[in-house]
């Protein structure tokens, strides 16, 4: 396991080995506990950056201060990124902003963290400990902020959205979400705005990756959450794209979910990159369009072609017909046989353009049967 990989034991021991802490924290923890995939590594420890660095350095690692200000170092060893934070502690709050300094203990440190299940801390040797209550919780699939909901909202508005994103991930689907933790997040709502659209688009990304995120989704659509941080959006739906996807066998994406929720301007809002805006915009392009399952897989691939399929039975409620998976994967393998140069030198210019569009369109309507030469005759 990733615990008691040597290169991960060997951070822990540059540490260790100079008398400081080096505790896991946070989602490795969390997710170790449930048996679940662990992508980052997060350290806490009482050592101060300057001396994170240096002891990394003589261990011959390779530290990069990569959020030096607020006590990170990352360390690459093995394959993953570790990520050594020195503890922090909340000072006082100036208006809503709360004023960090470091920490000597990792019970100070677990105050400033946003849910109990993210505040769960293991030794090197496994030990876990657990300063707030985090594991009750855990085994209970309970979401719950740490001290007090309001203020810790209103100290980051961010919080909202990670409520959400927790309770979908790992929540329990027959507790329901912590009510008080809901209604700290409905009073706080207009906070949302505050937010940069990088942070929002990235915690609506990981919601919506979760392998059933309707509940949250719902959630968050009566508590004004949706719509203040997706305007127009609707949840109703998304629970009927789910079991679709299920009856398929399709992983989560956050991008086909999106869709479904559908609602306006989301690549502006959330921030979306080149690949994913243009993602979305087929796929709602496709799913408004007339064209059939075989065209789909023709022209969008047969991944985006099942996004399409599973989209439209969404919105209409009728079912994907038993065989447009077979339609799709015929229309993914076809090869239109016909290129440019086959109508030259009769054909130059726009004309050559539009001629190959008008027997392409032909030969998808013949089911791809039509060949090369019955299209030149
Ligand atoms: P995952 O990496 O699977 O998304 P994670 O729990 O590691 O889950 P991160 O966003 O990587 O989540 O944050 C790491 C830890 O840092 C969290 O577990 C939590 O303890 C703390 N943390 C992160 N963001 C916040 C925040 N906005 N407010 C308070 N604590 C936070
Ligand atoms: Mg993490």
């Known amino acids: 396991d990733w615990f008691f990989a040597d290169h991960t034991q060997a951070v ?23 048996g679940a995939p662990v992508t980052d590594i997060d350290i806490a420890t009482d050592a101060r950056p300057e001396q994170v660095m240096n002891l990394a350095a003589a261990a011959g690692l390779k530290p990069v201060p990569t959020g030096f200000e607020h006590g990170t170092v990352t360390v690459v060893a093995g394959h993953l990124p570790h990520e050594v934070t020195t503890f922090r502690r909340d000072v006082e709050t ?9 920490a000597d203990t990792a019970e100070e440190d677990a105050h400033r963290r946003d849910f109990t299940m993210n505040a769960l801390y293991a030794t090197p040797g496994g030990e876990v400990i657990d300063p707030l209550g985090g594991l009750p919780d855990l085994v209970a699939r309970r979401v719950r902020f740490i001290d007090d909901a309001d203020a810790r909202i209103r100290e980051d508005y961010l919080r909202i959205l990670r409520f959400f994103r ?3 991930w790992y929540g329990d689907p027959e507790g329901g979400l912590d009510a008080s933790g809901l209604a700290a997040c409905a009073a706080n709502v207009g906070g949302l705005e505050k937010l940069s659209r990088e942070r929002v688009g990235v915690e609506i990304k990981k919601l919506l990756s979760a392998p059933d995120p309707g509940q949250s989704v719902a959630a968050m659509d009566q508590s004004g959450v949706l719509s203040h941080s997706l305007p127009g959006a609707v949840s109703r739906l998304l629970p009927v794209l789910v079991h679709l996807e299920k009856g398929w066998g399709m992983a989560p994406d956050p991008m086909r979910r999106l869709a479904a929720l559908g609602g306006e301007d989301h690549a502006e809002r959330l921030r979306l990159s080149k690949a994913e805006a243009r993602k979305l915009d087929r796929l709602r392009d496709a799913v408004g369009g007339s064209a059939g399952a075989a065209e789909l897989g023709y022209r969008l691939g047969s991944e985006a072609a099942c996004d399409v399929v599973l989209l439209r039975a969404t919105a209409t409620g009728a079912p994907p017909s038993e065989d447009a998976r077979d339609q799709i994967a015929e229309g993914a393998a076809a090869e239109f046989p016909l290129t440019a140069s086959d109508l030259m030198p009769d054909h130059t210019g726009p004309a050559l353009g539009a001629r190959l569009k008008e027997l392409e369109a032909r030969w998808i309507a013949s089911g791809f049967r039509l060949t090369r030469e019955q299209l030149l005759g």
């Open 12 to 34: 822990c021991r540059a540490l260790t080995g100079a008398g400081h802490q080096a505790l896991f924290v946070g989602g490795c923890v969390r997710n170790a506990l449930l």
């Open 94 to 102: 100036f208006g809503r902003h709360a004023v960090v300094a470091f």
């Open 166 to 168: 927790f309770h979908a």
